[in-house]
């Protein structure tokens, strides 16, 4: 129980919470007593996780795009989360080379108008980014990749998750240092 009761009446905003990643972490934190706000695009498949598990009853449901920084901030100002766990993207490789402006648009700015909004909330707020290992150059290798090594991307998915995390990385030291 190493989570037990880190989360016990927190206040979450989880964005993506609609796919099916966010749909089993939102259900998590519920379960370990978090106040979960949800902030994502309409779930995309059907059946959807997010329905199946009846979170829609159980979360605050924000529907909202964080490619629009003012739905993002909106999203901050009404949650006021102790933890923001940033999960909405455009995840699929194939979808990427069919939208690259958009794929760029979801995965690098919004990832920036979370952390903006962060920046602009005026209280404490952990903010958690998750990303792919396919940020990362890919060199074929056995191993798994690791932090240290180059960010890379070779399809307009995996550059937009490596521009990412240099967003991520350039607001850590810039405003949250």
Known sequence: MAFADIYRGKRILLTGHTGF????????LLSLGADVTGL?????????LFELLGLQDRLAHLTGDIRDLAVVKSAVEASRPDFIFHL???P???LSYDRPVETYATNIM???HVLEAA??????CTVIVVTTD???????????????DPMGGYDPYSSSKGAAELVVASYRRSFFN
């Open 40 to 48: 994502s695009l309409e779930p995309v498949t059907q059946p959807a």
């Open 119 to 124: 920046r602009l909330a005026g209280h404490p």
């Open 134 to 148: 396919k940020c990362y150059e890919n060199k074929e290798w056995v191993h798994a990749y690791r932090e240290e």
């Open 21 to 28: 990643k966010g749909s089993w972490l939102a259900e998590w």
């Open 88 to 90: 909405a993207a455009q």
């Open 110 to 112: 919004g990832t920036a």
């Open 92 to 94: 699929l490789v194939r």
